[in-house]
């Protein structure tokens, strides 16, 4: 099944305790990217991949990290989280070619709260 | 810069009532357009699009959106809304000819309420 996987779906942690949030596609695609869900403000970029070893910011960048080493994973770093970082994270992903209409598929969401 | 705006951030219709939900877009040149849904503890999933071929769209669930330029305007309409309807709908931009490869900004989002 295509399918895009984060892990963990739920999270809670503490104000400076490093975490990842892994994201996996099996749908060979080249662009992935991270957003947050926050209540009226609907999703907002962190960061994007272009494909492998290939990253930039996004429109919210502040705080966090990625990496592409693997065309399928596309993880999130918050080395250090703080309470503002609590929300809800997307991970997507999509077929780079042409144009921009290609169809973004989404995770099933990381929720995570700092304490 | 490209910029989505979701007129009614919650929506309530009765069952089998009529169901529209707005969108406008600001953009120099007429953008590539969807609509997305996010059903509780979800992810969103792609309800349809817009890729200049047909102004009318056709999408699943029985939900369509029309593309009007002189309006700036991609409203999602179903005629007549079922329980399992209820969700939050989001509408999102992309730029046709791409300097940036960010690829999609998001509306605010609208939750949909259907009233038994």
């Known amino acids: 099944e295509a399918q895009v996987t984060q892990n963990p779906r739920y999270l809670i942690t503490v104000t400076g305790k490093k975490l990842t949030v892994t994201c996996s596609q099996n749908?060979?695609?080249?662009?992935m990217s991270w957003y947050r869900q926050d209540p009226g403000l609907g999703l907002r970029q962190i960061y994007y991949s272009m494909n492998v070893e290939v990253t930039d910011k996004g429109d919210v960048p502040e705080g966090y990290k990625v990496s592409r080493k693997e065309k399928r994973n596309f993880p999130l770093i918050l080395e250090s989280p703080s309470p503002n970082q609590t929300s809800l994270y997307f991970c997507a992903s999509s077929l780079w070619g042409t144009g921009t209409e290609n169809e973004q598929f989404f995770g099933p969401g990381t929720r995570l709260t700092v304490l | 810069a490209q910029s989505v705006t979701q007129l009614g951030s919650h929506v309530s219709v009765s069952e089998g009532a009529l169901v529209l939900l707005r969108c406008n877009y600001s953009?120099?040149?007429?953008?590539?357009l969807f609509w997305y849904v996010q059903y509780p503890n979800q992810g969103l999933q792609l309800l349809l699009k817009y890729t200049s071929a047909a102004t009318l769209v056709k999408g699943i669930n029985g939900f369509e959106a029309e593309f009007k330029k002189s309006e700036t305007s991609f409203h999602l309409t179903k005629p007549s809304a079922h329980m399992s309807d209820a969700a939050e709908y989001f509408c999102?931009?992309?730029?046709?000819?791409?300097?940036?490869?960010?690829?999609?900004?998001f509306g605010s989002g609208t939750q949909l309420t259907v009233l038994p």
């Open positions: 749908m060979n695609h080249e662009y």
């Open positions: 999102a931009v992309s730029p046709i000819s791409s300097g940036s490869a960010r690829q999609l900004t």
């Open positions: 953009s120099s040149v007429p953008p590539y």
